[in-house]
């Protein structure tokens, strides 16, 4: 194994039995996921009308989406079960994998010629106006981004920089399903609604990062409702951790990121199939509060995963941070690619007390 800069692989080098002497990793997923779970029925009926006896087969939530997907005349119910309604193919119309809308095609400016997709949910990030896109080891630059036609034109170039978008991120909490107190501490895994806009992207230059300027975007926000974890600490906590108000926002700026990073090791996901918020003083829970995130609508069962594991999972979080060797903090342990502030702030040594302090009284 080549270990990379990222936590997880700072956490795996100093810990190699959680490769050697574990099992097989478990998978998770959320088979009633309504934004997955109801394209796939309209797929189902439009082949074979379903009926009452295929309820078992897809989940108790079948009845309900069904009923919904009538209102929405998608599917039309019969003496022989429901049909698909439409001339055109079920896939064609609906979104079979979940993924949060129509896929954007990264067309050739020039030539029409379509060179791939991107998933609606990355497009903003990925292939916003001026964003340098690769594509089959050639370079190219985007002309314009044709959210309208979910279509963004690129031209073929070598500019001696990449881009990075910058974004600001809002989370409101719909529903808390489960909370378990570690000592004043809280534990909650629920419903969320995550508000994403990007605002702009910088240009760094190739091999040493330079940032070479900033350029404003006019992008509409995007909203996700899916599933999270978060955990909240009280001021005596804050205290007992020697985290003042000056570094309580880079201390858990920089346990989140860590922490995303960490989750592959106890969910099959990789760090882009989630995110994070982190805030000094959240409406909803009035207390510091780490929120991390499915990044699938609906959610994919990866931050119910953590909510189950979360002692094992932030212990390694903080034991990864620890173990790297760098001063104030890198991009092996609490600095992230995709982070939408430029890793800023961030404090590597209050990240680790603050877990520290959280972790004392976790059951």
């Not at 489960?178 to 501490?185: F, I, K, N, Q, T």
């Amino acid at each position: 194994m080549i270990a990379r800069d990222e936590p997880l692989d700072t956490y795996l080098v100093h810990n190699p039995e959680s490769v050697f002497h574990t099992p097989v990793e478990s998978t998770v997923l959320d088979p009633d996921n309504p934004y997955v779970l109801a394209p796939h029925l309209c797929a189902a009926a439009a082949e074979i009308p379903l009926t009452e006896a295929d309820f078992d087969l897809f989940g108790p939530q079948t009845p309900q989406l069904l009923s919904k997907l009538e209102k929405r005349k998608l599917l039309r119910r019969r003496s022989s079960g429901w049909h698909w309604t439409r001339k055109e193919r079920a896939a064609d119309l609906t979104d079979i994998r979940g993924s949060g809308g129509k896929p954007v095609q990264v067309v050739e400016a020039d030539t029409g010629r379509l060179l791939g997709t991107v998933d609606a949910g990355a497009a903003h990030t990925t292939v916003h106006e001026g964003a340098v896109h690769l594509h089959q080891g050639r370079t190219y630059v985007v002309r314009r981004l044709d959210l309208e036609d979910s279509a963004a034109l690129v031209d073929e170039a070598s500019p001696p920089w990449t881009t990075m978008a910058r974004d600001t991120t809002s989370l409101a909490v719909l529903e808390t399903e489960a909370e378990v107190p570690w000592g004043e501490a809280r534990l909650c895994f629920g419903s969320v609604e995550v508000t994403n806009q990007v605002v702009s992207y910088l240009r760094r230059r190739l091999i040493t990062g330079e940032v070479l300027g900033e350029t404003k975007l006019d992008l509409p926000p995007r909203t996700l409702r899916t599933r999270a974890v978060w955990w909240t600490v009280t001021d005596d906590q804050l205290d007992a951790a020697r985290i003042n108000p000056e570094i309580l926002e880079g201390a858990l700026h920089a346990a989140e990121h860590a922490a995303i990073g960490m989750l592959p090791l106890f969910a099959t996901c990789d760090r882009w199939d989630i995110g994070g918020v982190s805030i000094a003083l959240h409406p909803d829970t009035l207390l510091p509060t780490v929120f991390v995130y499915d990044g699938q609508p609906g959610g994919a069962g990866f931050a119910e995963r953590a909510f189950h594991t979360a002692r094992d999972w932030l212990t390694a979080t903080r034991d990864a941070i620890a173990a790297c060797e760098c001063e104030a903090g890198c991009p092996s342990c609490i600095q992230s690619p995709k982070c939408g502030n430029a890793n800023d702030p961030l404090h590597k040594r209050g990240a680790i007390r603050l877990l520290t302090e959280l972790l004392r009284s976790a059951t």
